[in-house]
Protein backbone atom coordinates (compact mmCIF):
# COMPACT_ATOMS: atom_id res chain seq x y z
CA UNK A 1 0.00 0.00 0.00
CA UNK A 2 1.41 3.44 -1.13
CA UNK A 3 1.90 5.76 1.76
CA UNK A 4 1.73 2.95 4.54
CA UNK A 5 1.19 4.14 7.94
CA UNK A 6 3.68 2.09 9.21
CA UNK A 7 6.94 2.42 7.28
CA UNK A 8 9.36 5.27 8.51
CA UNK A 9 10.73 5.23 4.83
CA UNK A 10 7.01 6.87 3.69
CA UNK A 11 7.78 9.85 4.70
CA UNK A 12 11.47 9.68 3.84
CA UNK A 13 14.70 8.69 6.69
CA UNK A 14 15.51 12.36 7.55
CA UNK A 15 12.20 12.63 9.86
CA UNK A 16 12.58 8.87 10.99
CA UNK A 17 16.26 9.68 12.76
CA UNK A 18 15.42 12.59 14.63
CA UNK A 19 17.82 11.12 17.60
CA UNK A 20 19.23 14.77 17.54
CA UNK A 21 15.83 17.74 17.76
CA UNK A 22 17.88 20.87 17.93
CA UNK A 23 21.27 19.39 15.21
CA UNK A 24 19.12 20.46 12.57
CA UNK A 25 18.95 24.13 13.68
CA UNK A 26 22.40 25.41 13.22
CA UNK A 27 23.37 29.23 12.89
CA UNK A 28 25.99 31.21 14.44
CA UNK A 29 23.95 33.79 16.08
CA UNK A 30 25.29 36.83 18.30
CA UNK A 31 25.11 35.26 22.49
CA UNK A 32 25.15 31.81 21.21
CA UNK A 33 28.51 30.47 22.34
CA UNK A 34 29.83 27.09 20.17
CA UNK A 35 28.55 23.91 20.67
CA UNK A 36 25.52 25.41 22.43
CA UNK A 37 21.93 24.41 21.62
CA UNK A 38 18.27 25.23 22.07
CA UNK A 39 18.49 23.13 25.01
CA UNK A 40 21.34 24.71 27.13
CA UNK A 41 20.08 28.24 25.62
CA UNK A 42 16.59 27.42 27.42
CA UNK A 43 18.26 26.46 30.76
CA UNK A 44 20.21 30.07 30.47
CA UNK A 45 17.42 32.39 29.30
CA UNK A 46 15.13 30.64 32.61
CA UNK A 47 17.98 31.72 34.39
CA UNK A 48 17.77 35.77 33.18
CA UNK A 49 20.55 35.67 30.72
CA UNK A 50 19.33 38.32 27.81
CA UNK A 51 21.98 37.45 25.51
CA UNK A 52 20.64 33.74 25.53
CA UNK A 53 16.95 34.89 24.89
CA UNK A 54 17.76 37.18 22.18
CA UNK A 55 20.13 33.76 20.38
CA UNK A 56 16.86 32.12 20.77
CA UNK A 57 14.68 34.94 19.67
CA UNK A 58 17.25 34.79 16.74
CA UNK A 59 17.28 30.99 16.18
CA UNK A 60 13.74 30.09 16.74
CA UNK A 61 11.55 32.68 15.55
CA UNK A 62 12.76 31.49 11.28
CA UNK A 63 11.10 28.43 11.73
CA UNK A 64 8.29 29.77 13.88
CA UNK A 65 7.36 32.10 10.85
CA UNK A 66 7.63 29.44 8.57
CA UNK A 67 5.49 26.98 10.52
CA UNK A 68 2.92 30.09 10.87
CA UNK A 69 3.07 30.98 7.03
CA UNK A 70 2.74 26.92 5.78
CA UNK A 71 -0.67 26.83 7.76
CA UNK A 72 -1.94 30.56 7.93
CA UNK A 73 -1.20 31.70 3.98
CA UNK A 74 -0.77 35.54 5.69
CA UNK A 75 2.34 37.15 6.13
CA UNK A 76 0.72 40.28 8.51
CA UNK A 77 -0.64 37.00 10.44
CA UNK A 78 2.52 35.16 10.31
CA UNK A 79 3.96 38.14 11.96
CA UNK A 80 1.62 38.38 14.51
CA UNK A 81 1.25 35.17 15.28
CA UNK A 82 4.44 34.77 16.13
CA UNK A 83 5.09 37.96 18.39
CA UNK A 84 2.28 36.71 20.32
CA UNK A 85 3.71 33.20 20.63
CA UNK A 86 6.86 34.55 21.91
CA UNK A 87 5.03 36.41 24.53
CA UNK A 88 3.19 33.21 26.04
CA UNK A 89 6.68 31.43 25.44
CA UNK A 90 8.52 34.27 27.72
CA UNK A 91 5.27 33.64 30.10
CA UNK A 92 5.68 30.30 30.69
CA UNK A 93 9.27 29.59 30.17
CA UNK A 94 9.39 28.33 33.71
CA UNK A 95 7.36 25.08 31.85
CA UNK A 96 10.28 24.16 29.68
CA UNK A 97 12.22 21.07 31.63
CA UNK A 98 15.86 21.01 31.27
CA UNK A 99 17.36 18.35 29.43
CA UNK A 100 14.17 18.08 27.48
CA UNK A 101 14.15 18.11 23.58
CA UNK A 102 13.27 22.20 23.21
CA UNK A 103 12.06 22.00 19.82
CA UNK A 104 9.27 20.28 20.56
CA UNK A 105 8.29 22.74 23.77
CA UNK A 106 8.46 26.03 20.99
CA UNK A 107 6.20 24.41 18.61
CA UNK A 108 3.62 23.47 20.87
CA UNK A 109 3.50 26.98 22.26
CA UNK A 110 3.40 27.70 18.71
CA UNK A 111 0.81 25.17 17.79
CA UNK A 112 -1.53 26.62 20.99
CA UNK A 113 -1.55 30.19 19.81
CA UNK A 114 -2.16 29.12 16.16
CA UNK A 115 -5.38 27.10 17.30
CA UNK A 116 -6.50 30.15 18.88
CA UNK A 117 -6.04 31.93 16.26
CA UNK A 118 -7.70 30.12 14.01
CA UNK A 119 -10.79 29.58 15.92
CA UNK A 120 -10.99 33.23 16.42
CA UNK A 121 -11.01 33.69 12.60
CA UNK A 122 -13.94 30.74 12.22
CA UNK A 123 -15.97 32.53 15.21
CA UNK A 124 -15.54 35.38 13.23
CA UNK A 125 -16.49 33.73 9.73
CA UNK A 126 -19.14 31.91 11.31
CA UNK A 127 -22.19 33.47 9.22
CA UNK A 128 -20.82 35.54 6.52
CA UNK A 129 -21.36 34.05 3.75
CA UNK A 130 -18.57 35.57 1.91
CA UNK A 131 -15.75 34.09 3.67
CA UNK A 132 -17.66 31.04 3.71
CA UNK A 133 -17.56 31.08 0.06
CA UNK A 134 -14.46 32.36 -0.22
CA UNK A 135 -13.06 29.17 1.89
CA UNK A 136 -14.68 27.44 -0.31
CA UNK A 137 -13.33 28.08 -3.19
CA UNK A 138 -10.02 28.33 -1.95
CA UNK A 139 -10.37 24.49 -0.28
CA UNK A 140 -10.72 23.24 -3.88
CA UNK A 141 -7.75 24.69 -5.43
CA UNK A 142 -5.75 22.41 -7.38
CA UNK A 143 -2.46 21.98 -6.01
CA UNK A 144 0.45 22.51 -8.15
CA UNK A 145 4.13 21.96 -7.91
CA UNK A 146 5.91 25.26 -6.10
CA UNK A 147 2.85 26.94 -4.14
CA UNK A 148 3.32 26.23 -0.55
CA UNK A 149 -0.44 27.32 0.54
CA UNK A 150 -2.02 25.40 -2.87
CA UNK A 151 -0.48 22.41 -1.53
CA UNK A 152 -1.92 22.84 1.90
CA UNK A 153 -4.98 24.08 0.21
CA UNK A 154 -7.02 20.19 0.76
CA UNK A 155 -5.36 19.18 3.98
CA UNK A 156 -7.55 19.80 7.04
CA UNK A 157 -6.00 22.01 10.00
CA UNK A 158 -4.19 19.64 12.06
CA UNK A 159 -2.94 17.75 8.63
CA UNK A 160 -1.57 21.52 7.31
CA UNK A 161 0.32 21.67 10.88
CA UNK A 162 1.70 17.97 11.24
CA UNK A 163 3.15 18.60 7.02
CA UNK A 164 4.45 21.76 7.92
CA UNK A 165 5.99 20.74 11.35
CA UNK A 166 7.24 16.86 9.52
CA UNK A 167 7.91 18.66 5.82
CA UNK A 168 9.13 21.89 6.06
CA UNK A 169 10.64 21.95 9.36
CA UNK A 170 12.06 18.70 9.44
CA UNK A 171 11.04 17.76 12.72
CA UNK A 172 10.96 13.80 13.62
CA UNK A 173 8.10 11.68 14.01
CA UNK A 174 9.01 12.41 18.02
CA UNK A 175 9.32 15.86 17.53
CA UNK A 176 5.81 16.28 16.23
CA UNK A 177 3.94 14.12 18.53
CA UNK A 178 5.66 15.77 21.61
CA UNK A 179 4.74 19.12 19.63
CA UNK A 180 0.95 18.27 19.25
CA UNK A 181 0.45 16.16 22.50
CA UNK A 182 -0.27 13.23 20.74
CA UNK A 183 1.39 9.61 19.53
CA UNK A 184 3.62 8.88 17.12
CA UNK A 185 0.93 6.58 15.54
CA UNK A 186 -1.03 9.15 15.33
CA UNK A 187 1.00 11.28 13.43
CA UNK A 188 1.58 8.81 11.32
CA UNK A 189 -2.24 7.95 10.47
CA UNK A 190 -2.04 12.03 10.04
CA UNK A 191 0.40 12.18 7.09
CA UNK A 192 -0.76 9.15 5.02
CA UNK A 193 -4.34 11.19 5.60
CA UNK A 194 -2.82 13.93 4.06
CA UNK A 195 -0.92 12.45 1.29
CA UNK A 196 -4.27 10.43 0.36
CA UNK A 197 -5.99 13.60 -0.11
CA UNK A 198 -3.30 15.07 -1.91
CA UNK A 199 -3.16 12.03 -4.08
CA UNK A 200 -6.68 12.35 -5.11
CA UNK A 201 -6.37 16.06 -5.55
CA UNK A 202 -3.49 16.26 -7.65
CA UNK A 203 -5.26 13.09 -10.05
CA UNK A 204 -8.12 15.23 -10.00
CA UNK A 205 -6.55 18.46 -11.30
CA UNK A 206 -4.27 15.82 -13.61
CA UNK A 207 -7.26 14.27 -14.99
CA UNK A 208 -9.37 17.19 -15.87
CA UNK A 209 -6.19 18.83 -17.37
CA UNK A 210 -6.16 16.07 -19.55
CA UNK A 211 -10.13 15.72 -20.62
CA UNK A 212 -9.50 19.83 -21.16
CA UNK A 213 -6.09 19.27 -23.32
CA UNK A 214 -8.18 16.49 -25.23
CA UNK A 215 -11.42 18.79 -25.77
CA UNK A 216 -9.24 21.68 -26.77
CA UNK B 1 1.53 9.98 -7.96
CA UNK B 2 3.79 8.37 -5.52
CA UNK B 3 4.71 9.71 -1.92
CA UNK B 4 8.60 10.16 -3.32
CA UNK B 5 6.54 13.13 -6.12
CA UNK B 6 5.07 14.65 -3.03
CA UNK B 7 7.94 14.73 -0.76
CA UNK B 8 9.53 16.59 -3.80
CA UNK B 9 6.58 18.98 -4.00
CA UNK B 10 6.96 19.73 -0.23
CA UNK B 11 10.78 20.23 -0.71
CA UNK B 12 10.01 22.65 -3.56
CA UNK B 13 7.10 24.69 -1.63
CA UNK B 14 9.77 24.78 1.31
CA UNK B 15 12.55 25.98 -0.41
CA UNK B 16 10.57 29.67 -0.98
CA UNK B 17 11.51 31.00 2.62
CA UNK B 18 10.34 35.05 3.57
CA UNK B 19 12.23 36.89 4.74
CA UNK B 20 11.65 37.38 8.40
CA UNK B 21 11.51 41.18 9.08
CA UNK B 22 14.15 42.13 11.49
CA UNK B 23 12.40 44.71 13.26
CA UNK B 24 9.87 41.81 14.16
CA UNK B 25 12.78 40.11 16.20
CA UNK B 26 13.88 43.33 17.74
CA UNK B 27 10.34 44.15 18.70
CA UNK B 28 9.97 40.59 20.21
CA UNK B 29 13.31 41.19 22.47
CA UNK B 30 12.38 44.62 23.62
CA UNK B 31 8.86 43.30 24.78
CA UNK B 32 10.55 40.43 26.88
CA UNK B 33 13.45 41.98 28.18
CA UNK B 34 12.02 44.22 30.85
CA UNK B 35 10.48 41.30 32.36
CA UNK B 36 12.93 39.10 32.12
CA UNK B 37 14.17 37.74 35.41
CA UNK B 38 15.44 34.12 36.54
CA UNK B 39 12.69 31.30 36.61
CA UNK B 40 12.37 28.19 38.45
CA UNK B 41 11.73 25.25 36.72
CA UNK B 42 8.80 22.97 37.61
CA UNK B 43 9.65 20.59 40.01
CA UNK B 44 9.59 16.63 38.48
CA UNK B 45 6.50 14.98 37.12
CA UNK B 46 6.72 12.13 39.86
CA UNK B 47 6.65 14.66 42.54
CA UNK B 48 3.64 16.68 40.84
CA UNK B 49 1.68 13.68 40.49
CA UNK B 50 2.03 12.74 44.18
CA UNK B 51 1.21 15.91 45.29
CA UNK B 52 -2.22 15.77 43.07
CA UNK B 53 -2.70 12.29 44.43
CA UNK B 54 -2.01 13.18 47.70
CA UNK B 55 -5.00 15.75 47.38
CA UNK B 56 -7.53 13.20 45.60
CA UNK B 57 -6.58 11.16 48.67
CA UNK B 58 -7.69 13.83 51.21
CA UNK B 59 -10.51 15.00 49.88
CA UNK B 60 -12.10 11.62 49.69
CA UNK B 61 -11.02 10.68 53.12
CA UNK B 62 -12.07 14.16 54.35
CA UNK B 63 -15.91 13.79 52.40
CA UNK B 64 -16.18 9.99 54.07
CA UNK B 65 -14.78 11.45 57.12
CA UNK B 66 -17.64 13.71 57.68
CA UNK B 67 -20.21 11.22 56.16
CA UNK B 68 -19.18 8.15 57.71
CA UNK B 69 -17.13 5.26 56.40
CA UNK B 70 -20.45 2.61 56.20
CA UNK B 71 -19.32 1.47 52.89
CA UNK B 72 -15.42 0.53 54.00
CA UNK B 73 -16.79 -1.19 57.33
CA UNK B 74 -19.27 -3.32 55.38
CA UNK B 75 -16.86 -4.31 53.05
CA UNK B 76 -14.79 -7.86 53.72
CA UNK B 77 -11.04 -7.95 53.44
CA UNK B 78 -11.04 -9.06 49.43
CA UNK B 79 -13.39 -6.22 48.63
CA UNK B 80 -11.03 -3.69 50.48
CA UNK B 81 -8.16 -4.79 49.20
CA UNK B 82 -9.15 -5.15 45.32
CA UNK B 83 -11.41 -1.77 45.10
CA UNK B 84 -9.13 0.59 46.99
CA UNK B 85 -6.06 -0.46 45.36
CA UNK B 86 -7.43 -0.20 41.91
CA UNK B 87 -8.86 2.77 42.59
CA UNK B 88 -5.10 4.03 44.10
CA UNK B 89 -3.49 2.39 40.91
CA UNK B 90 -6.32 4.35 38.75
CA UNK B 91 -5.31 7.96 40.45
CA UNK B 92 -1.38 7.73 40.18
CA UNK B 93 -2.14 6.51 36.21
CA UNK B 94 -4.13 9.39 35.55
CA UNK B 95 -2.64 12.20 37.95
CA UNK B 96 0.76 11.44 35.80
CA UNK B 97 -1.19 11.80 32.63
CA UNK B 98 -2.44 15.16 34.01
CA UNK B 99 0.68 16.45 34.86
CA UNK B 100 1.94 15.64 31.25
CA UNK B 101 -1.08 17.86 29.93
CA UNK B 102 0.18 20.39 31.84
CA UNK B 103 3.96 20.76 30.85
CA UNK B 104 3.98 21.69 26.44
CA UNK B 105 5.44 19.03 24.20
CA UNK B 106 5.51 16.27 27.10
CA UNK B 107 5.66 12.66 25.65
CA UNK B 108 2.09 11.57 25.68
CA UNK B 109 2.15 7.30 26.14
CA UNK B 110 -1.91 6.97 26.71
CA UNK B 111 -3.85 9.93 25.60
CA UNK B 112 -6.83 11.37 28.26
CA UNK B 113 -9.62 9.66 26.48
CA UNK B 114 -7.67 6.22 26.65
CA UNK B 115 -7.09 7.18 30.47
CA UNK B 116 -10.85 7.89 31.06
CA UNK B 117 -12.09 4.38 29.20
CA UNK B 118 -9.26 2.44 30.94
CA UNK B 119 -10.56 3.88 34.25
CA UNK B 120 -14.28 3.27 33.32
CA UNK B 121 -13.62 -0.07 32.07
CA UNK B 122 -10.86 -1.03 35.14
CA UNK B 123 -13.33 0.09 37.94
CA UNK B 124 -16.85 -1.78 36.21
CA UNK B 125 -14.59 -4.63 35.70
CA UNK B 126 -13.80 -5.11 39.47
CA UNK B 127 -17.36 -3.77 40.63
CA UNK B 128 -18.78 -6.97 38.12
CA UNK B 129 -16.35 -9.31 40.00
CA UNK B 130 -16.68 -8.30 43.82
CA UNK B 131 -20.86 -7.39 44.27
CA UNK B 132 -23.19 -9.99 43.22
CA UNK B 133 -26.25 -8.97 45.03
CA UNK B 134 -28.55 -8.58 41.42
CA UNK B 135 -31.73 -6.15 43.15
CA UNK B 136 -32.62 -3.09 42.88
CA UNK B 137 -34.06 -1.37 45.27
CA UNK B 138 -34.53 2.35 44.78
CA UNK B 139 -32.34 2.18 41.84
CA UNK B 140 -32.89 5.57 40.05
CA UNK B 141 -33.18 7.91 43.82
CA UNK B 142 -29.87 6.40 45.22
CA UNK B 143 -28.46 6.33 42.27
CA UNK B 144 -28.78 9.89 41.77
CA UNK B 145 -28.10 10.36 45.07
CA UNK B 146 -24.59 8.75 44.61
CA UNK B 147 -24.12 9.89 41.79
CA UNK B 148 -24.45 13.81 43.12
CA UNK B 149 -22.49 12.89 46.34
CA UNK B 150 -19.38 11.65 43.98
CA UNK B 151 -19.65 14.74 41.25
CA UNK B 152 -19.62 17.04 44.68
CA UNK B 153 -16.54 15.83 45.95
CA UNK B 154 -15.05 15.66 42.72
CA UNK B 155 -15.12 19.36 42.32
CA UNK B 156 -13.10 19.92 45.34
CA UNK B 157 -10.67 17.51 44.14
CA UNK B 158 -10.67 18.49 40.82
CA UNK B 159 -9.93 22.49 41.86
CA UNK B 160 -7.57 21.70 44.71
CA UNK B 161 -5.13 18.88 41.99
CA UNK B 162 -5.69 22.26 39.15
CA UNK B 163 -4.35 24.63 42.03
CA UNK B 164 -1.34 21.95 42.50
CA UNK B 165 -0.86 21.83 38.72
CA UNK B 166 -1.30 26.19 38.46
CA UNK B 167 2.15 26.66 37.34
CA UNK B 168 1.58 24.50 34.72
CA UNK B 169 0.57 25.10 30.94
CA UNK B 170 -1.92 23.63 29.60
CA UNK B 171 -1.10 23.45 25.17
CA UNK B 172 -4.93 21.40 24.99
CA UNK B 173 -6.65 23.13 27.73
CA UNK B 174 -9.74 20.60 26.53
CA UNK B 175 -8.09 17.52 27.23
CA UNK B 176 -6.00 18.78 30.12
CA UNK B 177 -9.81 19.49 31.63
CA UNK B 178 -10.82 15.95 30.92
CA UNK B 179 -8.17 14.19 32.45
CA UNK B 180 -8.31 16.44 35.29
CA UNK B 181 -12.16 15.83 35.88
CA UNK B 182 -11.40 12.06 35.55
CA UNK B 183 -9.10 12.34 38.25
CA UNK B 184 -11.77 14.05 40.28
CA UNK B 185 -14.19 11.42 39.34
CA UNK B 186 -12.13 8.81 40.62
CA UNK B 187 -11.73 10.88 44.58
CA UNK B 188 -15.09 10.58 43.85
CA UNK B 189 -15.53 6.90 43.58
CA UNK B 190 -13.18 6.73 45.97
CA UNK B 191 -15.47 8.74 48.60
CA UNK B 192 -18.27 6.89 47.60
CA UNK B 193 -16.75 3.36 48.43
CA UNK B 194 -15.66 4.40 51.54
CA UNK B 195 -19.40 5.96 52.58
CA UNK B 196 -21.55 3.95 50.25
CA UNK B 197 -22.97 0.90 52.21
CA UNK B 198 -25.14 -0.22 49.10
CA UNK B 199 -23.46 -3.15 47.54
CA UNK B 200 -26.12 -3.91 44.72
CA UNK B 201 -24.69 -4.64 41.70
CA UNK B 202 -26.65 -2.68 39.17
CA UNK B 203 -26.07 0.49 41.80
CA UNK B 204 -22.45 0.49 41.89
CA UNK B 205 -21.81 -0.78 38.44
CA UNK B 206 -24.33 2.50 37.03
CA UNK B 207 -24.07 5.11 39.74
CA UNK B 208 -20.97 4.88 41.34
CA UNK B 209 -18.89 4.17 37.79
CA UNK B 210 -20.82 7.38 36.08
CA UNK B 211 -19.02 9.55 38.54
CA UNK B 212 -15.90 9.23 36.66
CA UNK B 213 -17.01 10.15 33.03
CA UNK B 214 -19.78 12.72 34.32
CA UNK B 215 -16.75 14.28 35.81
CA UNK B 216 -14.14 14.27 32.95
CA UNK B 217 -17.13 15.57 30.71
CA UNK B 218 -17.91 18.39 33.08
CA UNK B 219 -13.96 19.25 33.04
CA UNK B 220 -13.40 18.94 29.44
CA UNK B 221 -16.05 21.35 28.81
CA UNK B 222 -14.76 23.26 31.67
CA UNK B 223 -11.24 23.30 30.01
CA UNK B 224 -12.57 24.67 26.70
CA UNK B 225 -14.67 27.50 28.42
CA UNK B 226 -12.08 28.92 30.56
CA UNK B 227 -9.71 29.01 27.26
CA UNK B 228 -12.14 30.72 25.39
CA UNK B 229 -12.68 33.43 27.74
CA UNK B 230 -8.75 33.45 28.33
CA UNK B 231 -7.72 33.77 25.13
CA UNK B 232 -6.09 37.07 24.39
CA UNK B 233 -8.12 39.64 22.72
CA UNK B 234 -4.87 40.62 20.73
CA UNK B 235 -4.40 38.88 16.86
Known amino acids: ?216 | MKDEEIDDLWKKAAQDPQELDPRVLQHIGDSIKPTLRPVRPLPSVGRMAVGVVLVCVAVSLAGAARAGFFGLAKMNLQERLLVFPTLGLLACLVAVGFVHQMIPASRVRISPRALLALSSVALLAVFAVLFRDYHTDHFFSAGITCLLTGLLHAIPAGLLSWLVLRRGFAASAAAAGLIAGTLAGIAGVGLLELHCPNFQAAHILVWHTAVVPVSAAFGALLGRELRARTRSPKT
Open chain 1, 1 to 216: MPGAVGGCGDFGADVCEGAEPSAKISMEIPGMHSGENLETLMVRYQQGDFAAATALIESISPHLHHFFLATSNSRADADDLLQETWLRIHKVRHTYRPGEPARPWFYAIARHIRVDHYRKIVRAAAGERELEEMSKSVSSAPPHAGGLDALMAPLSESQREVIAMLKIEGMSLEEVARATSSSVGSVKQKVHRAYKKLRETIGRAGSRKCRDGGLA
